[in-house]
Structure formats: C-alpha cells, structure tokens
C-alpha cells in the first residue's frame, strides 16, 4: 500500500519563507508531485520531482530525496494569497499509474 | 473541453437512493481519476481509467461504489443505496496519458446525503 505524512498545519508571516515536508511509503514509487487547493477550490498542480534534487518554479521550489523517502515543498516571498491547503502525492506505477495524496498541510499566512 | 467539467456540482439526496456523478475530462486526455475527500481532508483515491478500462479499483469504498467510462471521454460514478457517511466532495481529475505528472481536477460535485 501506500502512505504519505505531512504536517496538518504550519503558520507564516508575509514575506517569510516556509518549508512544508512530506514523507512516503509506497511499494512502486514513480514520483513525488505537490498541489495546492483553495478553500472551496480544485487542487491545482504545483510541481513533480522523479530524480533526486530540487526544482525550482518563481516561488515555489520542491525537493526530493529518493533514498530517504522524502520530499518538501519550499515557498518564498510568502503572500496572503498562499494561504491555502497544499498536498504532497505519490505517482505509484503499481495497477497503472495512479496518484495518491496525502492528507495536507494548511497553510496560514499572516500579515 | 477548456477543463474538466463535473455535474451536478451540488446533489442532496435522501439515505438509501442512488446517485450518478458525471465527468467530462479534458478533450484528449486519456488518463482520468475519481477522489473523494471529505471536509478539511485529504483526497482519497477511488478508481483510475486509462482510456475505458480501469486497471485499479481498489479505492472503491464497497460494492455500493461502481464507475464506467465510454468512448475513452465521459465517466460516470454511480453510489447505490446512499449512506450518510458517503456525504463528501468527489473530485474528478484527467491527464493527457497515465504516464503524465500533471492532472487537472474539475471544481467535483459536493454529495449531502440526508
């Protein structure tokens, strides 16, 4: 089967930088990918690592590391509009190539 | 479609009905997914389609829970005999192949089952 943990809240002010991280246990790992949802809102698609390292888009940077079954998603030049739910997920090729998603972080952003 | 499109986008209905969630994927994308998620939750994978056929069922909750998809486009998620605790958000996801990192969600059709 498979698992994802992520913390269920983290707390930012405007213009900070927060680190959300995500660890996972799956039996046919394809990659890590991180999406965000508004509340009242479809969750979105932020970023995919499949190799070891980080990957950076504007703000948002995500990370994996393959060996310890760990990834985080990093943003920067924290705004009031983050604030939102964000969800790491694990693409899994066992019975075809679903996605998973863990339970999510909600993010608070303050002025 | 611009994106996908998911109906009705609210359904009340009574305890022991049945209900149809209907999902028009994005033109072309061939991979096509079903979530549930319940308040302040997280997604809880039901069942994925790579065209019509469904290499993984495992996330049905229970033989209350069937889906269908023709034509390599439309799917339908049909929940027999409603149950109170089946009251959740079911959120509908496609990407263009099911090798593809990215998938797009509809806005899901909101179930209050009373």
């Known amino acids: 089967g498979q698992s994802l943990e992520q913390p269920s809240e983290v707390t930012a002010v405007e213009g900070a930088i927060v680190q959300i991280n995500c660890t996972y246990q799956?039996?046919?790992?394809?990659?890590l990918s991180w999406y965000q949802q508004h509340d009242g809102g479809a969750p979105t698609f932020l970023s995919y690592?499949?190799?070891?390292g980080l990957e950076e888009t504007g703000r948002f940077s995500s990370f994996l590391s393959r060996s310890d079954s760990y990834g985080y998603l990093l943003l920067q030049e924290l705004q009031m509009k983050d604030s939102a739910s964000y969800f790491c997920?694990?693409?899994?090729?066992?019975?075809?190539?679903?996605?998973?998603f863990g339970a999510g972080t909600r993010l608070f952003v303050k002025a | 479609g611009a994106g996908v499109s998911q109906s009705p986008s609210n359904k009340v209905t009574e305890k022991g009905k049945d209900v149809e969630l209907r999902c028009d994927p994005i033109?072309?994308?061939?991979?096509l997914y079903w979530y549930r998620q319940s308040l302040g939750q997280g997604l809880e994978f039901l069942i994925y389609?790579?065209?019509?056929?469904?290499?993984?069922k495992s996330g049905l909750p229970s033989d209350r829970f069937s889906a269908e998809r023709t034509g390599g486009s439309v799917s339908t998620l049909t929940i027999q005999r409603t149950q109170q605790e089946d009251s959740a958000v079911y959120l509908c996801?496609?990407?263009?192949?099911?090798?593809?990192?990215?998938?797009?969600f509809g806005q899901g059709t909101r179930l209050t089952v009373v």
């Open positions: 033109s072309g994308h061939t991979a």
């Open positions: 799956t039996s046919g790992f394809y990659g």
């Open positions: 997920a694990v693409r899994d090729s066992t019975g075809g190539f679903k996605t998973i």
């Open positions: 690592n499949a190799l070891d």
């Open positions: 996801a496609s990407s263009r192949t099911g090798g593809d990192t990215e998938a797009f």
């Open positions: 389609f790579q065209g019509n056929s469904a290499p993984d």
